[in-house]
């Protein structure tokens, strides 16, 4: 059976920002990291939001097996070997555009207009944001996957963060239970839905499909990601497109750069303002997007780097964009290497306040022991915003 466990703890954050980050810094090394610069498309349309931009993301993260044994190896195997424009007529039913692409020897990386694709041979990250309609795609992209590479969808979490104007989406993403529906109905019920954190207040919701068929499968990944809000405007100011500067540049003083030295970066700065990252450390992924307009500011910070703890990571991410709340959120697998969740987030080490954490064990139907999956989820707020 499912495990919640949820707790609300209260420290003041007595010694503020400034404080708990000078005591987190120590990744701050001199490493450069490599800076892919890809020639990109200009945006046509100089687009204006109404009501401020929904930053805030739709995730889906896929893995995908093959019946055939000995099909898919190779470098650009699997998913890989489906091109860039095929990738694109997957993505127009999401009603967004690829904006860039780089590879190494593990991924590729895609830039979207409204965020980032990466895949892996037998793997898809994909999150979008603004009033994209990311679950129109899945149909097309399986059927891809079936008929390019022989693969089917083995795992599937979707997820997402309570949206800021959740009645401009587009069907089915104005509410989470039209988007559980909408994927019931595509994976024949297959998934289970969760939502972790106080429903009135910020809170993540997600849903998992697990179809793993032998119990050999062990699974170790982990993902962590932090959703942060209210962001200190002179930090946001960085990400306003100025004449002389480049998204490099930004990348550079902003901070972002050292996060994950000897990363393979790719950064663009949308215009007037807004400004995308998708980062590429050996076989990980990470990606920064930031929305900097003050009505809605909004940054995600998204990895799967196989990380034993995340507090120097989020301590130096927390430094780098001072957001006046944000929200953590760890996916991590039975045997990866971050450890029981539970004790991701060290609220000591913080030094500001964790409003509400959610820990929540996830079984399948097939057999609970091999199908736990645990998830550990905090909002954490400061108290009192330290500009
Ligand atoms: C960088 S994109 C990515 C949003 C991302 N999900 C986030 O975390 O905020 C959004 C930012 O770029 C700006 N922007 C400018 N032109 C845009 C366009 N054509 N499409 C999407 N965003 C655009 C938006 O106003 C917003 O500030």
Redesign the pocket.
Known sequence: MPIMSSQKIFNEAEAGFAHCIAANSGANNTTTPLSVHVEHKE?EDQ?T?PGG?E?P?KKLDIRFCSKYTGKNSGPKSGLRSIGKEQWQSVLDSARCTIISSTSNQYLDSYVL???SLFVYPRRVMIKT??TTTLLHLIEKMTQLAKDTCGLEVEMLVFSRKNLNNPGKQIFPHCTFSDEVDYLNKIFNNAGHAYVMGPLNKDHWNCYIIDNRRSSTIRRTEQTFEVMMHDLDPQVMKQFFKRDGVSAWDTTVSSGISNLLPGSIIDDYQ??P????MNGMLDKWYWTI?????DHCS???FDTNIALPSYHILLANILKVFRPGRFTAALYAEDGAPCGDPYFAFDSQLLEHAITNKTVHSFDGGIDPVRLSINNNFAVERYKDKKY
């Open positions: 945006q687009e939001f931009f930053g993301e207009s409204e965020s944001c603004g949308f215009d303002c807004g400004y995308s997007h930031i929305t900097p307009e909004y940054v995600s």
